[in-house]
């Protein structure tokens, strides 16, 4: 829209007639303007280089916004840059707790295993029905994956103390008894159905469950140990509050 003001032309841009930002989200886009211009064509001279990723973490850290609301912003102004000063639709991008978990998974189970010691999660004692004699103590490794996580329990063999003398586990006795848990996780549709494979940026908003994610664990084996641990195989969740 232009606007004639004592014959001077005054271009009005959709951000100002749009009633789908706030003053304050306005005055944000007009502010990334100045310093960063048009993301997509590259480098303006006198601006800066854009990246969804560094101004959403600026945003938070200057602006105290909370994460989505930093990373909404700045993912709506790098795709919808000439639409916020041209023409009018709508123009938010939404930005959901399961998209930003999925976006940065690998980064987060990455931590989890650089923090670790030799892989080892943890230190366990399991006993299973009629082994006695010896101490079954295991160590937990944690193997990530491309959208989960295995913790693998081996069992020892070979000479193991007991209390009063030392037992002798052979492969095929240890073997059977190792534990084994896989955890993947997969975006649901709007219906609660997991989806698996590539999600596009149309469908993370059309078609996604923004609020829950599931955890799939791996199918009930025929082991009776395996069936205690794995009663059931699929759980929706539900993203932490905070």
Same mark, same amino acid.
């Given at each position: 829209?232009?606007?004639?003001?004592?014959? #001077?032309?005054?271009?009005?841009?959709?951000?100002?007639?749009?009633?789908?930002?706030?003053?304050?989200?306005?005055?944000?886009?007009?502010?990334?303007?100045?310093? !960063?211009? &048009?993301?997509?064509?590259?480098?303006?001279?006198?601006?800066? &280089?854009?990246?969804?990723?560094?101004?959403?973490?600026?945003?938070?850290?200057?602006?105290?916004?909370?994460?989505?609301?930093?990373?909404?912003?700045?993912?709506? !102004?790098?795709?919808?840059?000439?639409?916020?000063?041209?023409?009018?639709?709508?123009?938010?991008?939404? #930005?959901?707790?399961?998209?930003?978990?999925?976006?940065?998974?690998?980064?987060?189970?990455?931590?989890?295993?650089?923090?670790? &010691?030799?892989?080892?999660?943890?230190?366990? #004692?399991?006993?299973?029905?009629?082994?006695?004699?010896?101490?079954?103590?295991?160590?937990?490794?944690?193997?990530?994956? !491309?959208?989960?996580?295995?913790?693998?329990?081996?069992?020892?063999?070979?000479?193991?103390?007991?209390?009063?003398?030392?037992?002798?586990?052979?492969?095929?006795?240890?073997?059977?008894?190792?534990?084994?848990?896989?955890?993947?996780?997969?975006?649901?549709?709007?219906?609660?159905?997991?989806?698996?494979? !590539?999600?596009?940026?149309?469908?993370?908003?059309?078609?996604?469950?923004?609020?829950?994610?599931?955890?799939?664990?791996?199918?009930?084996?025929?082991?009776?140990?395996?069936?205690?641990?794995?009663?059931?195989?699929?759980?929706?969740?539900?993203?932490?509050?905070?």
């Amino acid at each position: 829209m232009r606007i004639k003001k004592k014959h #001077v032309l005054l271009e009005s841009f959709l951000i100002d007639d749009s009633t789908e930002f706030t003053p304050v989200e306005k005055k944000i886009f007009k502010m990334l303007k100045k310093h !960063y211009g &048009n993301p997509i064509t590259g480098v303006e001279e006198g601006k800066k &280089n854009f990246s969804q990723w560094d101004v959403g973490a600026w945003l938070i850290e200057t602006l105290n916004l909370s994460y989505q609301e930093a990373f909404s912003l700045s993912k709506t !102004y790098f795709w919808n840059y000439t639409k916020l000063f041209g023409e009018t639709e709508k123009l938010r991008m939404d #930005v959901s707790l399961p998209y930003l978990f999925f976006e940065h998974f690998r980064a987060l189970i990455d931590k989890v295993k650089e923090s670790l &010691n030799n892989d080892i999660f943890d230190n366990i #004692v399991v006993d299973f029905d009629r082994d006695s004699g010896f101490e079954d103590n295991r160590d937990v490794h944690f193997w990530p994956g !491309y959208k989960g996580f295995t913790l693998y329990t081996p069992m020892n063999s070979g000479r193991i103390e007991g209390a009063n003398d030392y037992v002798y586990i052979y492969s095929r006795q240890s073997d059977p008894r190792q534990i084994m848990v896989k955890a993947n996780y997969f975006p649901i549709d709007k219906e609660g159905i997991k989806v698996d494979g !590539y999600v596009s940026e149309k469908d993370w908003v059309d078609n996604i469950d923004k609020e829950k994610f599931m955890v799939s664990r791996m199918k009930t084996p025929i082991n009776r140990i395996y069936r205690k641990l794995f009663a059931g195989n699929l759980e929706p969740v539900s993203p932490p509050s905070n």
